[in-house]
């Protein structure tokens, strides 16, 4: 009775998981006979091993001692609320992004609450409760005193040994390749402990195996207690004359869209008609600078990494370190970084940042500790007016009541002919993967694809700030920047949209578009797969500021750059870049193989380095 009762509740998750994945979910393999049949039989390993543990733990024991009989009941309970835990977990994720947890996705944890329906509670609620019939079904059996022995046959032992003898495959089977989809040797289980386990354990200085030596090559300074400082931010003058009577010090603003690839937007080649006439007519006042990619994920991560120029380590949420640990914060606060605005404030500059979110989210933590003077939020928003408080996104200001924000701030200081160049920040939330356009907001076409619909509608809102800013008299004396922190999640609606050639990677084209009144730009500008890891060099490159105290990885963009292509990060998952698109580690051809492992090698001492707060010395 007992074997059959665990046979049944473990028979439901597998069912449950093979509905989903085989009927709602894709996968670009899908119709490989083998990989198909390798994707049903995985489970069998984990679920084979969890049906006898469960056996053993809830048999009877009459030999045993009452407390050891309560303790291995008990146990076996939870084991088996473990497994359906995890195989409700991984449904609700494949149901979500065609994909199990991955390890970003629970590095960024916090970001759960912009993702949360009735399918992900629903999904959750029926594991619960055919875990409580399975529990009741056991108590009920136990205190009618007719609980089978525990014990296994000779057959079932030599099969246990099997599947056992079959887990260090299957662990070394759970590996990313860096893609966001299903792989056909994963396993629900499996696949959650192995990215758990990654996301827990430090780690280890250099998992090349290469040379640790080599990533002394990146700090241009050789082996000492702060190896990638640097005195200059950039050798040769700007390639782009000056224009006449413009003031030496403009304003800066720079706008971090959310999540968006440059292969959605039309002046990039997007294919969808209409979906960003406001960013495209940006792009025809500026320059629209091409192949370039982002350098790491997700938000925390590239936002820090963009305005210090280098790969953070620490994502949103995490068990090494992380912001939104309170032991995590603390300690990433008190590690030092030389970053934008801090160098513009020895500049002089004023330095301000526009987030959506309520003051409780650690992002706005991170954005004071990178040193900005002013974080407007949610709370001071409101404050300004109510109007702002309007229509939320899962508690954030929506994309029109940021711009808003943004242009009510800018009008009150038009007037101000004695204050000081600003630095201006600004984040959105409306494009975050998975989410739709706000409520009353203009659809795109028909409305069906979610992903069309938020670029739309954050198209719209930015067109506000756009029609304002053109008209001002910051049109004559701010540098505007678009951009993006980090490339567009690959969930299911967007890989709807995508046309061939496309990976599902985290990696992919941003854009970059630079309007600059006080320099005539070209018109288009060839990073020729560089990365966001160049940004905030190449706006000091633009700004003149060339000698100041930095520990910048990356190079400015109108300057050769040492290594033939782009590098990105993201945690332990690293990718090439090259004009022609973007490569996981797996993909890197032999010829590019040294300066990989090199680059890879300067990362993991980064890590390092920044763990020991050895990235810059703050003291003059």
């Known amino acids: 009775m007992l074997k059959r009762r665990v046979g049944w509740y473990l028979l439901g998750l597998y069912l449950a998981y093979t509905l989903e994945l085989f009927g ?134 030599w099969v246990l040994i099997a599947l056992v003898a079959l887990l260090p495959w299957v662990s070394r089977a759970q590996a990313g390749n860096g893609r966001l989809e299903v792989r056909y040797r994963q396993a629900p289980v499996a696949s959650l402990l192995r990215n758990v386990v990654e996301v827990q354990k430090a780690r280890s200085f250099f998992q090349s195996g290469r040379d640790p030596q080599a990533a002394l090559d990146l700090s241009k300074l050789g082996a000492n207690a702060y190896p990638f400082e640097r005195r200059t931010i950039y050798a040769s003058p700007l390639p782009f004359p000056a224009k006449e009577g413009v003031p030496g010090r403009p304003n800066v603003v720079v706008i971090f869209s959310e999540g968006l690839s440059a292969r959605l937007i039309g002046a990039y080649g997007g294919t969808y008609p209409g979906l960003t006439p406001n960013i495209d007519r940006f792009a025809k006042q500026g320059m629209r600078v091409d192949n370039y990619f982002n350098h790491t994920a997700a938000t925390y991560r590239a936002l820090q990494g963009q305005l210090d120029s280098g790969y953070p380590e620490a994502g949103g949420k995490g068990e090494v370190v992380s912001w939104e640990g309170s032991e995590g914060t603390e300690k990433l606060v008190r590690t030092r970084y030389q970053t934008v605005p801090l160098l513009l404030r020895q500049a002089g500059y004023q330095s301000y940042f526009f987030s959506p979110h309520a003051d409780t989210v650690t992002l706005n933590t991170m954005i004071r500790a990178i040193g900005f003077d002013t974080v407007f939020n949610l709370e001071s928003a409101v404050k300004v007016s109510p109007r702002y408080g309007e229509n939320l996104i899962f508690g954030s200001l929506n994309d029109v009541s940021l711009f808003d924000e943004m242009i009510d701030f800018l009008k009150v200081r038009e007037g101000d002919a004695k204050k000081r160049p600003m630095f201006v920040g600004a984040y959105n939330i409306g494009t975050h993967a998975f989410m739709d356009r706000i409520d009353g907001a203009e659809p795109y076409g028909d409305g069906s694809n979610k992903v069309l619909n938020r670029v739309h509608d954050f198209d719209l809102a930015f067109g506000r700030f756009l029609t304002y800013f053109l008209a001002s008299p910051y049109s004559k004396n701010t540098i505007l920047i678009f951009t993006s922190d980090h490339a567009s999640f690959p969930e299911p609606a967007y890989r709807e949209v995508m046309v061939e050639p496309f990976k599902a990677y985290f990696v992919d084209r941003i854009p970059l578009i630079v309007y600059d009144p006080g320099h005539v730009l070209p018109a288009q500008y060839d990073a020729s797969g560089r990365t966001s890891l160049d940004f905030a060099p190449t706006l000091m490159h633009l700004l003149g500021v060339k000698t100041a105290n930095n520990s910048f990885l990356g190079d400015t963009l109108f300057e050769p750059s040492e290594s033939p292509f782009g590098f990105s990060a993201i945690g332990n998952d690293f990718f090439m870049s090259k004009k022609t698109g973007v490569y996981a580690e797996a993909e890197v051809p032999a010829t590019d193989r040294k300066e990989f492992d090199r680059r890879k090698a300067a990362i993991m001492m980064y890590y390092r380095l920044a763990r020991e707060d050895r990235i810059f010395n703050a003291a003059p």
Not at 80 to 104: G, H
Not at 113 to 131: D, H, K, Q
């Open 24 to 157: 709602f979910s894709s996968f670009p393999d899908r119709g490989n006979v083998g990989h198909d049949l390798v994707r049903l039989a995985m489970p069998f390993v984990e679920l084979g091993i969890a049906f006898f543990a469960m056996v053993w733990l809830l048999g009877r024991r009459p030999e045993a001692r009452s407390w050891w009989r309560r303790a291995s009941f008990i146990t076996g309970l939870v084991l088996a609320f473990a497994v359906a835990l995890a195989y409700a977990a991984q449904i609700v994720s494949l149901d979500m992004s065609d994909n199990f947890i991955t390890v970003l996705a629970l590095e960024n944890g916090g970001e759960g609450r912009l993702v949360r329906g009735t399918s992900l509670y629903s999904l959750l609620a029926i594991g619960f409760a055919w875990w409580c019939l399975f529990a009741w079904l056991s108590l009920r059996e136990r205190t009618s005193g007719h609980v089978s022995k525990a014990s296994l046959s000779r057959t079932e032992i």
